[in-house]
């Protein structure tokens, strides 16, 4: 069936509302265009996590606290939480782990929403490389699509979606090989990707470090049970 399809395969992504999909078309020659549609944002159930949290807001805390650690640039308590919301939201959407999700972003920008590469046109929290996304991207507003802008990349919502969609697509080209998944993502080769994947997995022990630091703590104090007050001596 080979020769039925052009070697041109193309793709796109189309940013609607606060959603992304991925689009796939495959054009054949005989005997007309034909476009295959390929939607990747359907909802998955998040990966087991390594620590059992009780709740999302719990989630959230604990990630914000994360982020209050590592962060090159101070923030307050708001915008700790936003990011932390998006990435756990996208990573249980597109069934991306949670600690490579915050790896890579924490390798990317320092966990700084604003960061800016000028020279090579990066933004945000996942340091999105603009001149080349840009023409797989859109907003559908009014039933109209949109050029995505972009100054919208410093919107926390739009960045983590629009990065981790991109994560996700990369890892899925490489059939779930993180290494070269997460390879593919810097964008990097040879010796400077090898550098790359080492501070991702030094993201990561430390990611799942802190994470189990935390929970044993938890359970500390959970097993404790309340502070009884000191008795009064008579």
Do not use: C
């Not at 793709?11 to 054949?28: C, D, E, Q, S, W």
């Not at 989630?59 to 101070?74: G, V």
């Not at 490579?100 to 090579?120: I, K, R, W, Y």
Request: aromatic content about 12%; overall charge positive; hydrophobic content about 45%.
């Amino acid at each position: 069936m080979s020769h039925w399809i052009a070697a041109r395969l193309e793709k796109a992504l189309v940013l609607t509302g606060p959603f992304l999909f991925f689009k796939t078309r495959i054009i054949f020659f005989f005997p007309a265009v034909l476009f295959l549609t390929i939607t990747f944002s359907e909802i998955f159930l998040p990966p087991p996590s390594v620590m059992a949290i009780e709740s999302s807001k719990s989630q959230i805390d604990f990630l914000s606290e994360y982020i209050a650690l590592h962060s090159r640039t101070p923030m307050n308590s708001i915008i700790r939480a936003r990011i932390s919301r998006s990435l756990l939201g996208e990573s249980g959407e597109q069934n991306v782990p949670i600690y490579l999700a915050v790896a890579v972003v924490q390798q990317e920008s320092g966990f700084d929403p604003d960061a800016l590469n000028a020279t090579s046109q990066d933004y945000g929290l996942f340091q999105v490389h603009f001149p080349f996304w840009r023409r797989y991207f859109a907003r559908k507003k009014e039933g109209k699509l949109l050029p995505l802008h972009p100054e919208e990349l410093f919107q926390i919502p739009v960045n983590v979606h629009v990065g981790m969609m991109i994560l996700k697509h990369d890892l899925d080209l490489e059939k779930n090989d993180l290494a070269k998944g997460i390879g593919l993502y810097s964008g990097r080769k040879g010796e400077a990707r090898s550098v790359y994947l080492d501070r991702i997995y030094k993201n990561e022990i430390a990611f799942l470090v802190f994470m189990s630091l935390k929970e044993r703590s938890r359970r500390s104090v959970k097993s404790a049970g309340p502070v009884q007050p000191p008795l009064e001596i008579p």
